[in-house]
Every structure is written in C-alpha cells, then in structure tokens.
C-alpha cells in the first residue's frame, strides 16, 4: 500500500513540475503573441539614428541634400514597417508619390517589433552609406548584430526570422522606388560639371575661386507630396538694383551692418546652427539629433518615435527639394557678391558661403519644417534644450535653451544673417516655405 501511494504521489510531483514549467515565462523564448510596437521602447530607433548621424558627417558627397533624402526614405521604411503593428495608424502607400507597397505581413503571426525596425533601418542604412568607410560600414554591420543578438535570447528564432523576411521586404521595395525619384547616387555626383551659372549681374555666381554648382537639378526630384511644391513657393525676392534707394540695396546694407556688428553672442549662434557637411551631419542630421534628444526626454515608445521619424523624414527631404526648386528659379545671388560689388570689396563674411544661390534659406525651410513637425509631436509652448554639439571643441558648442519650436527655428534662420550668408527674405519667407511643408506633411498622418 505505501509504495503504491509513494509511485502515486511520484506521478504528482512531475506532472505538477511540467505544468508549472509549460506556465513559466522564464522558460519560453516567445514573446507574448501579437504584441504591440507600442509595448518597446526606442532603443532601437534612438541607436541607428544616432549612428547615421556619424555617417552622414563622416560619408563623402553627404551634402544637405543627400542627407536629407537619404533620411526621408530612412524614416518612411521604419514608420511603413512598424504601423502594420498598430491598431490606430495606416500605411503610407497611396498617400506619397508613386508609392504603392504591398507586404507578407500575415496578421495571423507573431512579429518581434525591435527587430523588424531594426532589420529595416540596417538595411536602409547599408544601401544608403555603401561608400562609407570600412570602419564605419564595419559599425552598421556591428549594430544590427548587436540587436539580433539581444533578441534572440528571448525570441524564437521562427519569430525571428519572420520579422527579419518581413521588414528586408519593406526595405527593398522602398529602395526600389526611391531609386526613381531623380536623386538616386547623389552623392558621388554633387557638382554637375555641365552646369553654367546664368550670365548676369542679377544673378547668382560662384562665391570663391573653382565653386561650382552644389545639386542644381535637386528641385526636379520627385517630392513624397506633390503639395509640398504647389502651395509652398513664395513670392520673388526683391529685384536687382543699383538704386541705394532700392530695397534690394537696402536689403544688401543690413546684412553689411549686421556683420560689421555682430556680437559674440550672435557669432556662437552662427557657428552652432551652421552644420556644415564634413564637419556635422549637416542640417538634416540637427534635426535627427533634436528628434533624438525629445524621443529620450519624453521615453517615446517604439511606435511613437517611428511615426515621428517618419513625418520629420518626409518634411526635411521635402524642404530641401521646395527649397532647391526656388533657389534655381530665381538665381538670387548671395549677400558677398552684391555687397562687394556696390559697397564694399573688401567685405567678408562670418560663415563661409555655401555653392548655391540664396533664395530661399535651406536652413530656414527645414527649421520650419521641423518646428511644426515637432509642434504636431510634443506640443506648441514645448521648452527644450538642444545639445548636439555639445561635444565639439571647433565650436561654442554649449547647449541651447528654447521656450518653443517656433523659437528654435527663429534663431536657426536669424543665425544665417548673423553669418552674412542670407538676406531678410530669404531667411523669413523661408520659414513660411517650411512651416507650411510641415503643415502638408502632418495632414497624410491625421
């Protein structure tokens, strides 16, 4: 009798050992099925753009431009990958230019939100910054280990594997598109050699000895939204004169006065939004590193950050093509020229001059872009501070206080008088250019 009771309670004792084992999450590699994007955090997001922030400045030919569209579609991918996860959001095929995406997303499946945007973001990355250096190609290749890595500690491999198929899918057929928008390999052709500046004192000329042209064709690129050049251009800046009356002159003398005047506090304002290309990751890489910085600040989740990734994407690549479309329309020449020919020949500038003319402000658009993108995300009176280049020792890199957006993008324009780089309309109807790309690009997402 006793050891019949003994076999019978033996029996108990496993059957109560793998029930508590088939119970156990510790002892399963799956996620909860059909999780959410929203239930992860940016980690990932946060991570690769902070890497492609270190390509963008250390990639040859990453001009402003190139930066700006290598990040539009960059950010699009993500957000076109991850929104198949939410409940609330829907695709962006149909609503961009020429962009229609059919996916193997099976509903059915359980997907591992981390490495779907991770998978999409190595792959956009890699194809992007091809001609990166070996060390730099070497961490692209690092970070998407890094990542897989984690997961596969607490995710099936099926799982896995599911997700990686899915968002290489993603990927190639936003590459696929993107190489029909006419910017395709920009970057190891940033000075068409066939371009000629318009003959003409009322038009823009190279700045110093052998410039030449940067992008003159950019403003034929296909936009992700065709509004984003129809209800954008703003109205012809002043007209060449040589009247001193004129307010073409009177335009020239203000950036002359402000210059000769500048004060230390606006010479570190000039430096810190300049971003030149070599030197940062130019100003579509500002951008990245604020949306960075408020995703941290506020613990934006997965699904959060890739919509805000994804509207900061569009509107950046957009302000460049707006912006590039009317520089090349009006041919504006930049302040040095017309101050050196009727003022004073001898003049300098603070910043130096970049290769293009200067109607519109590119600075000035793509702040503007960016302050109602971010107005949209965190809220129109949001305080912040900006510390991107809180690390360089070139500049006064310290961080920067804002009460709002708007601020922000205020003194990101005004910091491109202060250089003696842009005229008043140019810096402030350029923030009206921007602001209204923003307003086109938050309407595909309501």
């Keep these: 009798m006793f050891k019949k009771n003994s076999l019978q309670f033996s029996l108990l004792l496993i059957l109560v050992f793998f029930n508590s084992c088939e119970k156990d999450p510790s002892n399963t590699l799956s996620e909860p099925e059909f999780t959410s994007p929203d239930t992860f955090n940016s980690e990932v997001v946060v991570d690769w753009f902070n890497l492609i922030k270190i390509l963008t400045t250390e990639t040859h030919g990453f001009t402003p431009p190139v930066a700006a569209r290598a990040f539009g579609y960059t950010g699009g991918a993500l957000y076109e990958a991850i929104q198949v996860g939410m409940d609330n959001k829907t695709s962006l095929s149909g609503k961009l230019n020429d962009f229609i995406i059919e996916t193997n997303y099976d509903k059915g499946a359980q997907y591992h939100w981390p490495t779907v945007a991770n998978s999409t973001l190595a792959s956009m990355t890699k194809s992007f910054y091809s001609n990166a250096s070996l060390a730099n190609y070497s961490s692209i290749l690092a970070l998407e280990k890094q990542f897989n890595e984690a997961s596969s500690n607490t995710v099936d491999n099926e799982v896995i594997d599911r997700s990686i198929v899915f968002a290489n899918n993603i990927a190639d057929t936003i590459l696929l598109w993107s190489s029909t928008d006419g910017g395709f390999g920009a970057q190891f052709n940033n000075f068409p050699s066939e371009y000629e500046p318009l003959p003409g004192v009322e038009f823009w000329k190279p700045t110093a000895p052998g410039q030449k042209a940067l992008q003159p064709y950019w403003g034929n690129n296909r936009p992700f939204l065709s509004l984003n050049l129809k209800n954008t251009t703003p109205a012809d800046p002043p007209p060449y004169s040589v009247?001193?009356?004129?307010?073409?002159?009177?335009?020239?003398?203000?950036?002359?006065?402000?210059?000769?005047?500048?004060?230390?506090?606006?010479?570190?304002?000039?430096?810190?939004?300049?971003?030149?290309?070599?030197?940062?990751?130019?100003?579509?890489?500002?951008?990245?590193?604020?949306?960075?910085?408020?995703?941290?600040?506020?613990?934006?989740?997965?699904?959060?950050?890739?919509?805000?990734?994804?509207?900061?994407?569009?509107?950046?690549?957009?302000?460049?093509?707006?912006?590039?479309?009317?520089?090349?329309?009006?041919?504006?020449?930049?302040?040095?020229?017309?101050?050196?020919?009727?003022?004073?020949?001898?003049?300098?500038?603070?910043?130096?001059?970049?290769?293009?003319?200067?109607?519109?402000?590119?600075?000035?658009?793509?702040?503007?872009?960016?302050?109602?993108?971010?107005?949209?995300?965190?809220?129109?009176?949001?305080?912040?501070?900006?510390?991107?280049?809180?690390?360089?020792?070139?500049?006064?890199?310290?961080?920067?206080?804002?009460?709002?957006?708007?601020?922000?993008?205020?003194?990101?324009?005004?910091?491109?008088?202060?250089?003696?780089?842009?005229?008043?309309?140019?810096?402030?109807?350029?923030?009206?250019?921007?602001?209204?790309?923003?307003?086109?690009?938050?309407?595909?997402?309501?």
Excluded at 320 to 342: A, E, G, H, L
Excluded at 352 to 363: K, R
Aim: a negative charge; aromatic letters at 10%.
């Design 243 to 446: 009247d001193s009356e004129s307010i073409y002159y009177i335009r020239a003398m203000e950036v002359y006065e402000v210059v000769n005047n500048v004060t230390e506090a606006q010479t570190i304002i000039a430096e810190f939004w300049s971003d030149d290309p070599q030197t940062s990751a130019t100003p579509p890489g500002h951008s990245i590193s604020i949306l960075n910085q408020l995703i941290n600040d506020t613990n934006l989740d997965l699904s959060a950050s890739s919509e805000a990734f994804a509207k900061l994407a569009i509107g950046i690549n957009d302000a460049f093509i707006s912006c590039w479309k009317v520089k090349y329309d009006t041919n504006y020449p930049r302040p040095v020229t017309v101050i050196n020919n009727q003022i004073d020949s001898d003049w300098v500038t603070i910043l130096e001059t970049p290769p293009f003319p200067e109607y519109t402000s590119g600075h000035s658009v793509q702040s503007g872009a960016l302050a109602e993108i971010l107005i949209s995300l965190f809220g129109e009176n949001y305080a912040f501070t900006d510390r991107t280049h809180e690390n360089r020792t070139d500049i006064n890199g310290t961080p920067r206080n804002y009460t709002s957006f708007i601020h922000m993008a205020e003194e990101a324009a005004a910091s491109r008088l202060y250089g003696g780089i842009h005229f008043k309309e140019g810096i402030e109807l350029g923030l009206v250019q921007g602001y209204q790309i923003g307003k086109n690009v938050i309407q595909i997402f309501n």
